[in-house]
């Protein structure tokens, strides 16, 4: 853990973006937990964009954003989100509905069912800076293939570690003989990373998989916070991260899913720990559920609350892309300000698997999912419901 000043990373943050006449507001997401949202009281006036779920955005040149597995970053000083896509390259998508087991079974390792693009070593990281999830800048290729070892890159995770001032980027590589995940680094949001360790092994033997990195900061009596970050993977296994946030403490904590189930995101609101998951699925086409747990810790214990991504109006077919009502598979949920006051929208981010609306339906254009998620009093949420487009406030 590292000890931050919390008007340090506020209130000079703010006077910084004040400057440069970004929105201060979007500081209110910087380390993700809640606590800047007071931390200079500072409002501005918001507007509504609207999100559309059946379209690809276009990026500042024109063209559809490269897509895939995701991460979203919130900087630290440019008040821009920074969003990661695990760039699989341009093979057309594979629909395994057809099957015998259905949507979610083949996983691309089976003729005829095999995917070029899918296990295959020329994986890369690309990133979008946007202020508003309506303008979209390329900036690039953060991680390149020659920044890492030769393997099969999965599921990219960005933090800012304002201890090192470096940017952390966890990932699969899935080469032979790896143990655990690498962990690459950069000096700027856009990279490009350095991959630091090949392989981090965890302290626990459970499956290596899709996982999350989550930052969580707590505050002290004498006014300072204490940031810790946290790695969430399939199995489920919640490990500390040191402070550094390239290896694990050994302190860990388990849950366990209704179903197996993969794809977690972590996240806070209020004084409640969130993690979703959902049913596997191997970028099948039709997505899946949403599971969700409450904890008072970020190491639990955890309480398992109910599934809001299932389709409630008709029993689960195997064979239908219509099971679950976003027809997609989580990446992120991030907070965004809306600049009225203290409103935080906790957006829910998927992926569309197998959805690309361009010629040869390449994978790397396949549609996002875009949700505000609806939280009750006690902290619970409700159903998530399919909308063509959706709605969300931002800074004005």
């Known amino acids: 853990m590292m000890m931050i000043n919390r008007h340090h990373l506020a209130c000079v943050y703010r006077d910084f973006m004040m400057a440069a006449g970004l929105a201060a507001a979007v500081v209110a997401t910087v380390l993700v937990s809640g606590l800047l949202d007071k931390a200079c009281g500072t409002t501005v006036e918001s507007r509504t964009i609207t999100l559309d779920n059946t379209k690809l955005p276009l990026d500042t040149s024109g063209n559809p954003l490269l897509t895939g597995e995701a991460d979203i970053l919130v900087h630290p000083s440019d008040g821009h989100f920074y969003v990661y896509f695990n760039n699989w390259g341009g093979c057309p998508g594979v629909d395994c509905c057809g099957t015998q087991s259905g949507c979610a079974s083949c996983c691309f390792t089976s003729h005829p069912f095999t995917d070029p693009c899918v296990y295959t070593a020329n994986h890369s990281v690309v990133v979008y800076r946007t202020p508003d999830f309506a303008s979209w800048e390329y900036r690039g290729v953060a991680l390149n293939v020659s920044a890492r070892k030769a393997g099969v890159e999965f599921r990219p995770h960005v933090v800012y570690n304002p201890s090192t001032k470096l940017f952390v980027m966890w990932y699969e590589d899935r080469w032979s003989g790896q143990r655990g995940f690498a962990v690459a680094t950069s000096a700027t949001a856009d990279g490009p990373f350095t991959t630091l360790h090949d392989t981090v092994p965890m302290t626990t033997h459970d499956k290596i998989g899709d996982f999350d990195i989550f930052v969580d900061v707590s505050e002290a009596a004498d006014g300072t916070t204490k940031a810790t970050a946290y790695h969430v993977r399939t199995g489920f296994v919640v490990e500390e991260l040191d402070e550094t946030f390239t290896k694990p403490t050994g302190r860990v904590a388990h849950f366990s899913t209704p179903k197996p189930a993969e794809g977690p995101v972590f996240f806070k609101r209020g004084?409640?720990?969130?993690?979703?998951?959902?049913?596997?699925?191997?970028?099948?086409?039709?997505?899946?559920?949403?599971?969700?747990?409450?904890?008072?810790?970020?190491?639990?214990?955890?309480?398992?609350?109910?599934?809001?991504?299932?389709?409630?109006?008709?029993?689960?077919?195997?064979?239908?892309?219509?099971?679950?009502?976003?027809?997609?598979?989580?990446?992120?949920?991030?907070?965004?300000?809306?600049?009225?006051?203290?409103?935080?929208?906790?957006?829910?981010?998927?992926?569309?698997?197998?959805?690309?609306?361009?010629?040869?339906?390449?994978?790397?254009?396949?549609?996002?999912?875009?949700?505000?998620?609806?939280?009750?009093?006690?902290?619970?949420?409700?159903?998530?419901?399919?909308?063509?487009?959706?709605?969300?406030?931002?800074?004005?």
């Open 271 to 396: 004084g409640h720990y969130y993690i979703f998951a959902g049913t596997g699925c191997c970028a099948c086409r039709g997505g899946s559920s949403i599971y969700v747990f409450t904890a008072p810790s970020p190491l639990g214990p955890f309480t398992y609350r109910g599934d809001i991504g299932s389709n409630q109006t008709s029993g689960f077919d195997p064979h239908s892309p219509w099971n679950y009502v976003t027809r997609a598979q989580a990446s992120k949920v991030v907070p965004v300000p809306s600049g009225t006051g203290s409103d935080t929208t906790y957006l829910w981010m998927g992926n569309q698997w197998v959805t690309s609306q361009y010629p040869g339906r390449p994978r790397n254009h396949d549609l996002l999912y875009w949700w505000p998620l609806e939280f009750e009093a006690d902290g619970n949420l409700t159903q998530v419901r399919y909308q063509a487009q959706v709605q969300l406030k931002v800074p004005a």
